[in-house]
């Protein structure tokens, strides 16, 4: 049986919108098929168009479309769907590429945050419409099902373990627009991921055809996407009460590997959602992540814990300002900064990097998280981390959670589900390597 995620209706009012102009119209007789395997739980909900006449930069995706002495006009459609089985927001691209005569002569796909070419097995179907296969889960267009089982491995991981860790996805398109990513909103959107897993079974026999969806131009969905993410928001909090909310897991690998391939290993097999390391100043890198055999750069560490789509808990010892800049830049050339909280004991520590990268997640380290002092200097952390106590109430939580602040245990104890405790940090009394820490231990945190 299908699921579906049964949120409202999104679009009533773009449906007598839709301009009537010959862009229009060109955009509407090329809307392509869509294949989706047979258990995909999200489907699209609206398409954008630009059509280009000339040379020029696209308004929705970091590219440039450049014409040929070929090219007539070039179709841009921003394909919306409110989820991706990783995150809230999901924009994907398809460009249709004509000449005088109206004769595809290109088509092109988004493919994670790039594009390529969907070569001529998918130009056409017996009726003449163009098709694109859609990956499960993640939407990224391929021209044939081979593309994708060959990252089959990959995409069972995001369906199923790794559901939901993305959080409220915020692109540079929408910086500063979308202000949505903070605690709350990332629980709940990890929560309905993970209430949505499945298992792809590459059987793309579920088709869509694009014209049955409203089309509308791209900007009038640029200015709807930002009110239709707080709408989506709206109504995962009034479905979920805190109690059944997704309480996230972190555990600490420090000192429990003697090369960089047992870490590697060690977080392939760990049973949360991420992995804690600690971060130090360093003479020669600049900063550097402490190991058993000497220290090891970022790039090092990271790219095992993005293979395995791992968070990651950086707790950062205290840094020069001009090296902790440096820092935000790595992470964000390498990608991984909406995959970390930063975990320091500075206040000033978490303002600079709430200054440089306002979206960045970020943790303030306490001693004891239920005591006035914490609360006073929370402000601007989006989570307070330490020990919590057997005491814990659900009424301390909502003191932290009414200023906005979620709230990291670092030991976990039965009642910190109940009281509303976001997530649980520094798992390594429960096992000498991560993945001794297994899904039984959670029962009590979250029934799957």
């Given amino acids: 049986m299908e699921r579906r995620s049964n949120l409202d ?31 995909e739980p999200f489907l699209p909900l609206v398409v954008g168009y630009t059509v280009f006449h000339e040379s020029a930069p696209s308004p929705s995706f970091p590219r440039r479309i450049v014409f040929t002495s070929e090219t007539y006009r070039v179709i841009e459609y921003a394909i919306w769907w409110d989820w991706d089985i990783q995150h809230l927001y999901e924009l994907e691209h398809l460009w249709v590429w004509l000449d005088r005569n109206e004769k595809v002569i290109r088509f092109e796909g988004s493919w994670h945050g790039d594009f390529h070419v969907l070569g001529d097995s998918c130009l056409t179907t017996a009726d003449g419409r163009l098709v694109a296969y ?36 915020i692109t540079p398109l929408f910086e500063g627009i979308i202000r949505a990513r903070n605690a709350f909103n990332n629980r709940l959107v990890h929560t309905f991921c993970e209430d949505q897993r499945f298992e792809p079974s590459y059987d793309f026999s579920k088709v869509v055809d694009l014209r ?66 600690t971060m130090v100043p360093d003479g020669e890198l600049g900063f550097a992540i402490p190991g058993t055999h000497g220290k090891l750069s970022p790039e090092e560490v990271f790219h095992p814990l993005m293979e395995a789509q791992m968070n990651i808990y950086l707790q950062l010892e205290p840094f020069p300002k001009e090296t902790l800049t440096r820092l935000l830049d790595v992470v964000r050339e390498l990608g991984v900064l909406g995959h970390l909280i930063f975990g320091s004991r500075s206040v000033d520590c978490v303002q600079q990097i709430k200054h440089h990268a306002p979206n960045a997640m970020t943790a303030l380290e306490v001693h004891e998280i239920f005591s006035q002092q914490a609360l ?71 029934q799957y």
């Avoid at 897991?249 to 590697?264: K, M, N, P, T």
Wanted: hydrophobic share 40%; aromatic share 10%.
């Fill in 134 to 169: 859609s990956e499960p889960g993640k939407h990224a267009f391929a021209q044939s099902p081979q593309p994708l089982l060959a990252r089959a491995s990959v995409t069972r991981t995001a369906c199923t373990a790794a559901a939901g860790r993305g959080g409220v996805l």
């Fill in 212 to 277: 049955y969806l409203p089309l509308v131009s791209w900007y009038e969905l640029k200015n709807w996407i930002p009110q239709r993410v707080e709408t989506v928001l709206a109504e995962l909090r009034s479905r979920y009460p805190i109690a059944d909310q997704r309480m996230f897991r972190i555990v600490d690998l420090r000192g429990q590997f003697g090369s960089l391939s047992e870490f590697a290993a060690c977080v392939k097999e760990a049973s949360a959602d991420g992995i804690k390391i």
């Fill in 9 to 39: 209706t999104p679009y009533l009012f773009f449906v007598c919108s839709a301009p009537s102009s010959r862009d229009h119209h060109l955009a509407q007789r090329h809307l392509p098929l869509l294949r989706f395997d047979l258990h």
């Fill in 376 to 446: 006073r200097q929370s402000q601007p952390a989006d989570y307070v981390c330490g020990t919590t106590g057997k005491s814990i109430t659900r009424e301390w939580v909502e003191r932290f959670h009414a200023v906005g602040i979620g709230l990291i245990a670092e030991t976990y104890h039965g009642s910190l589900q109940a009281a509303g405790v976001d997530g649980v940090c520094n798992l390594s009394e429960l096992g000498e390597r991560a993945h001794h820490v297994q899904d039984t231990v959670w029962q009590n945190v979250y």
